[in-house]
């Protein structure tokens, strides 16, 4: 694994408009973290906000956040919009445990659809429990 901080057009700490569903319109991501992983290649490591996505155990039974999520370059290229402002990985309420999580399930897996395909995903299996 090699810490990357920048390549073509992103950058850690940028927060980006992307498409989303007729649920979550607008979702905004911010890069925390981008790494090289073998085979993989580069993984963008993401947290998405201004999202309603079903979550059984949320007080409002909905959550207006992925903490973190991993994707592909070319699946974020697919979801992304426009550059609208930077912040810093620490400003992230949970993009560190979540990261760490995916860290300990052996590098669990990057998305390869776009955000809103994730999102359906997600949403989906856990409307399922």
């Given at each position: 694994?090699?810490?990357?901080?920048?390549?073509?057009?992103?950058?850690?700490?940028?927060?980006?408009?992307?498409?989303?569903?007729?649920?979550?319109?607008?979702?905004?991501?911010?890069?925390?973290?981008?790494?090289?992983?073998?085979e993989l290649?580069?993984?963008?490591?993401?947290?998405i906000m201004?999202?309603?996505?079903?979550?059984?155990?949320?007080?409002?039974?909905?959550?207006?956040?992925?903490?973190?999520?991993?994707?592909?370059?070319?699946?974020l290229r697919?979801?992304?919009?426009?550059?609208?402002?930077?912040?810093?990985?620490?400003?992230?309420?949970?993009?560190?445990?979540?990261?760490?999580?995916?860290?300990?399930?052996?590098?669990?897996?990057?998305?390869?659809?776009?955000?809103?395909?994730?999102?359906?995903?997600?949403?989906?299996?856990?409307?399922?429990?």
């Open positions: 694994m090699v810490q990357i901080n920048k390549i073509d057009e992103f950058a850690v700490g940028q927060v980006w408009t992307c498409v989303g569903r007729a649920e979550d319109p607008d979702p905004r991501l911010v890069i925390g973290r981008m790494e090289r992983l073998g290649g580069v993984v963008a490591h993401v947290q201004g999202v309603k996505v079903y979550t059984p155990t949320a007080l409002t039974g909905y959550s207006h956040y992925i903490g973190h999520a991993p994707f592909a370059l070319d699946a697919r979801s992304i919009k426009d550059v609208v402002g930077e912040t810093t990985v620490e400003a992230l309420t949970d993009f560190e445990t979540g990261y760490q999580a995916w860290k300990r399930a052996d590098d669990g897996g990057v998305w390869d659809v776009p955000v809103s395909e994730m999102l359906a995903i997600i949403e989906s299996v856990l409307r399922k429990h």
